[in-house]
């Protein structure tokens, strides 16, 4: 199923999003952080041994809230990472990305174990446009 018009919008665009994962405990953890998205998925590039990768691969639910400068202009994606992909294709994706936010190829360090994406199939969405605002 496509995305809606507006979270495509925003995870194409220069804007940044609040990841929610849940803790072993249930507490919920929340980043901020780069988005991007394909036309079926929300995605998040990251690593698998931050906090947010060992989450997903317990407990698949995320919450996503891309946000611009406008207060008015954001998009809640619930749902499910329903794939991870690893290996050259992920660290050519965190390159796309760190291109859209800085002009350039991503410089930080990358673990030993490389860069994952995670895919976020939406189970529900929320935008200013969908809730009548």
Do not use: C
């Amino acid at each position: 199923m496509p995305l809606d018009e507006d979270v495509t919008r925003l995870a194409k665009g220069k804007n940044l999003a609040t990841v929610v994962t849940l803790m072993p405990s249930g507490q919920p953890q929340a980043q901020l952080t780069w988005i991007d998205a394909d036309d079926e998925h929300v995605l998040v590039n990251t690593e698998p041994q931050r906090q947010r990768s060992r989450n997903v691969a317990r407990d698949p639910r995320i919450t996503v809230l891309i946000h611009s400068d406008d207060p008015q202009d954001w998009a809640e994606v619930r749902g499910q990472v329903v794939e991870t992909i690893a290996g050259d294709e992920a660290r050519r994706h965190i390159d796309e990305v760190s291109r859209k936010y800085t002009g350039h190829d991503f410089t930080a360090p990358v673990g030993p174990h490389g860069r994952v994406i995670l895919k976020v199939a939406a189970d529900k969405v929320n935008t200013p446009r969908l809730l009548g605002n």
